[in-house]
């Protein structure tokens, strides 16, 4: 449930922004929307599950931020349920689309479901497969940063045409940070898989520094942005600035399997979330 806030408070921003040009908010899509939310969001974890099974019986320095839910590695789950549980949370995403079309008049709605659910697929599943091809973590920023906020908005407004395009580049960096920070304790058994994540890529070192400079260059377009107020932004910015300090200091000792790599990864989640909940409260003010 910790992961859910990663797909919550996304989608929470989108809202926010529609309700602060329309000062309303249709309750029942907000209750759907974050249905929506938590079906997508076992639908990744279920799916993810089955696509790495080979890599995350590999893992030994997985953390509750990564090497995937282990209920396959444990067998707690069989093979057969988790596949029968992805395919249910695929046909309840896509019913929920279509509710959203049909009864509630968002005819893109069910467009923005299917995206949501083909980034995964591109993600892990062949032939794009692009975890192990490389660029996987511009997916997940993608869809984070990206499609959330925007499914959001539409939602509410029913429309994109007024959305602020601006809030989209302050989160993209920090989102592609985050999607580094996660890959970082899997780096042994990711390197074994032949995947080519950015920390494989580049080696730990070298990814745990452009985790830092993605979340300085997200802080940093936050503080230039001239339609918030100036008290607000350092406010939002507050707990990432404390949190990128915080990845500095762990910078020489955070290795796979430390228990300094894990506080890395939780303050580097931490200043995606506060900074993203941060922005819904202020558009919901």
Same mark, same amino acid.
């Given at each position: 449930m910790p992961s859910q806030m990663?797909?919550?408070?996304?989608?929470?921003?989108?809202?926010?922004?529609?309700?602060?040009?329309?000062?309303?908010?249709n309750w029942l899509i907000f209750g759907l929307a974050h249905l929506y939310g938590l079906l997508i969001q076992l639908y990744i974890v279920y799916a993810n599950d089955l696509a790495?099974?080979?890599?995350?019986?590999?893992?030994?320095?997985?953390?509750?931020?990564?090497?995937?839910?282990?209920?396959?590695?444990?067998?707690?789950?069989?093979?057969?349920?988790m596949?029968?549980?992805?395919?249910?949370?695929?046909?309840?995403?896509?019913?929920?689309?279509?509710?959203?079309?049909?009864?509630?008049?968002r005819p893109v709605a069910p467009v923005f479901v299917v995206g949501s659910l083909l980034l995964l697929w591109s993600y892990s599943y062949p032939p794009i497969r692009q975890s192990y091809r490389g660029g996987g973590e511009i997916l997940q920023m993608l869809g984070v940063a990206g499609l959330l906020p925007l499914f959001g908005f539409y939602l509410q407004r029913g429309s994109i045409a007024t959305f602020p395009w601006i809030l989209i580049v302050v989160l993209l960096p920090i989102h592609l940070g985050c999607a580094i920070a996660t890959s970082l304790p899997d780096y042994p058994s990711d390197k074994l898989a032949g995947k080519r994540t950015a920390t494989v890529l580049l080696g730990v070192f070298r990814a745990k +520094?452009? *985790?830092?400079?993605?979340?300085? %260059?997200?802080?940093? /377009?936050?503080? @230039?942005?001239p339609?918030?107020?100036?008290?607000?932004?350092?406010?939002?910015?507050? +707990?990432? *600035?404390?949190?990128?300090?915080? %990845?500095?200091?762990? /910078?020489?000792? @955070?290795?796979?399997g430390t228990k300094h790599l894990f506080y890395f990864v939780l303050f580097a989640i931490l200043s995606i979330i506060t900074l993203v909940a941060g922005l819904s409260l202020y558009f919901l003010w």
């Open positions: 990663y797909i919550f408070f996304p989608l929470l921003l989108g809202q926010a922004l529609a309700y602060s040009q329309t000062r309303g908010l790495d099974i080979d890599t995350d019986s590999n893992n030994r320095t997985f953390t509750p931020f990564s090497g995937g839910s282990r209920v396959l590695v444990t067998g707690a789950i069989s093979l057969n349920a596949k029968k549980g992805t395919w249910l949370m695929v046909a309840l995403n896509l019913l929920l689309g279509l509710v959203f079309g049909v009864f509630f008049q +520094v452009l *985790v830092m400079l993605l979340n300085w %260059l997200s802080i940093g /377009l936050l503080m @230039a942005n339609y918030m107020a100036v008290g607000c932004r350092v406010r939002i910015a507050l +707990v990432p *600035v404390i949190g990128n300090l915080v %990845l500095l200091s762990l /910078l020489q000792r @955070a290795d796979p």
